[in-house]
């Protein structure tokens, strides 16, 4: 995996101030180069030898992220795409809007 996209843009409409808190939250557990984008963070390895860690990893971080940030019950985290996770606004939470 050379690297892996994650999709914020709904992530800054509900709390834009999140996205550094995101970043600096991968950089810590992930060592790797974050770029953060205008709608997506895009995560590569620092180095040319080193992989990144599984899809499913990068879930559970993203997930980990919301729980402590207190946006579980906004957003939620789906795949889109081989090296792609988008996190989106939860249905219950645009009904209440």
Known sequence: MSSMSINISELR????ESVKELASFLEEKIEAKI???SNEIIVK???EGRTL???TYFRVLLRKFLHRAELKRELRVISSGENALVIKI???AR???
Not at 13 to 16: F, I, M, S, T, Y
């Open 53 to 55: 860690p599984a899809k």
């Open 90 to 92: 939860r249905r219950e």
């Open 35 to 37: 770029d953060v984008g």
């Open 45 to 47: 390895p620092r180095d």
């Open 13 to 16: 409409e509900v709390e834009g």
């Open 95 to 97: 009904r209440e809007e």
